[in-house]
Nanobody, 124 residues
Framework: QVQLVESGGGLVQAGGSLRLSCAAS????????IGWFRQAPGKEREFVATITWSGGTTYYADSVKGRFTISRDNRKNTVYLQMNSLKPEDTADYYC?????????????????WGQGTQVTVSS
């Protein structure tokens, strides 16, 4: 079983940048597809981005495409979410999740392991 810990959240002004990290322990992260999701106050959790185990395939929600970049460093057992041109509507708790299934998935049900989340607040 893999344990996931997110970090890198914080308060940033609109237009700014943050880089979130998802560090794994327990098992090597290279065996898993990794996804980022977010949940804004009063809203359901939504898909943000995902990356396959090799890093060869990525997929983004339309709302973040062109602004966010997901990447991974399997040697460091870490996946990153670089967030640029942040908007107030990006304010949410951000979660990383791991899936044993190959491919890219937007649906939460395909992910078996979840981190506790890191908070991102974008001020206008």
């Amino acid at each position: 079983q893999v344990q996931l810990v997110e970090s890198g959240g914080g308060l940033v002004q609109a237009g700014g940048s943050l880089r979130l990290s998802c560090a794994a322990s327990g098992r090597t992260l290279s065996s898993y597809t990794i996804g980022w999701f977010r949940q804004a106050p009063g809203k359901e959790r939504e898909f943000v981005a995902t990356i396959t185990w090799s890093g060869g395939t990525t997929y983004y929600a339309d709302s973040v495409k062109g602004r966010f970049t997901i990447s991974r460093d399997n040697r460091k057992n870490t996946v990153y979410l670089q967030m640029n041109s942040l908007k107030p509507e990006d304010t949410a708790d951000y979660y990383c999740a791991a899936s044993v299934h190959s491919g890219v998935y937007q649906t939460e049900n395909f992910y078996q392991y979840w981190g506790q989340g890191t908070q991102v607040t974008v001020s206008s």
